[in-house]
Antibody, heavy 119, light 106 residues
Framework: QLMESGGGVVQPGTSLRLSCVAA????????MHWVRQSPGKGLEWVATISYSGSNKFYGESVKGRFIVSRDNLNNTFYLQMNNLRPEDTASYFC??????????????WGQGIRVSVSP | IQLIQSPSSVSASVGDSLTITCRAS??????LVWYQQRPGRAPRLLIY???TLQTGVPARFSGRGSGTLFTLTINTLQPEDFATYYCQHASSFRFTFGPGTKVDIK
């Protein structure tokens, strides 16, 4: 299972770090994804990290502001969000890739965590 | 790479079959994923690599296509299938989603 934490209400320009703790599977073997969904909108891919952490990929709207990382010893996956904007307001979901080869599909998801960026 | 889904919404009845189309702006080979999402829930993986059914997903869901044109077909709609469906491309380490297709009850 996956469980996100770290969400909340913050002001524009500030930072927030989301965590995703994994349990009951070999976390270090799977790439991980962050996906978000603004209220009433569709899904948006945010970031992906390879199983080792050596490769990281970002969506255009967060590139240069968000940083994805992982701690394979503690089964935790992170999203460091800097210089937050109102348009970053969303529910953020962490997901596990279906394969260690990075297929780009996630077959296990957390329940989602809300982030609200407001003056 | 942009993904266009059609229709954007559709009304159907239990027992109907329907097909959702996803068109990519560039050739993405078979790197196409389909998800189902119910309100307030996380996405649910249905199909990856264009046509591979995720374990546990009913066989009434099927995916086809390659290159720029892909389809998701749902045969014999069940009450739990009324949801929003998203395609997502998974090529070149960019995992953009389509805008979604909402399937509701007629």
């Amino acid at each position: 299972q996956l469980m996100e934490s770290g969400g909340g209400v913050v002001q524009p320009g500030t930072s927030l770090r989301l965590s995703c703790v994994a349990a009951d599977f070999d976390f270090r073997s799977f790439p991980m994804h962050w996906v978000r969904q603004s209220p009433g909108k569709g899904l948006e891919w945010v970031a992906t990290i390879s199983y080792s952490g050596s490769n990281k990929f970002y969506g255009e709207s967060v590139k240069g502001r968000f940083i994805v990382s992982r701690d394979n010893l503690n089964n935790t996956f992170y999203l460091q969000m800097n210089n937050l904007r109102p348009e970053d307001t969303a529910s953020y979901f962490c997901g596990r890739d279906v394969s260690s080869r990075l297929v780009g599909a996630a077959n296990l998801w957390g329940q989602g965590i809300r982030v609200s960026v407001s003056p | 790479i942009q993904l266009i889904q059609s229709p954007s919404s559709v009304s159907a009845s239990v027992g109907d079959s329907l097909t959702i189309t996803c068109r990519a702006s560039q050739d993405i080979a078979g790197w196409l994923v389909w998800y189902q999402q119910r309100p307030g829930r996380a996405p649910r993986l249905l199909i990856y690599a264009a046509s591979t059914l995720q374990t546990g997903v009913p066989a009434r869901f099927s995916g086809r296509g390659s290159g720029t044109l892909f389809t998701l077909t749902i045969n014999t709609l069940q009450p739990e299938d009324f949801a929003t469906y998203y395609c997502q491309h998974a090529s070149s380490f960019r995992f953009t989603f389509g805008p979604g297709t909402k399937v509701d009850i007629k």
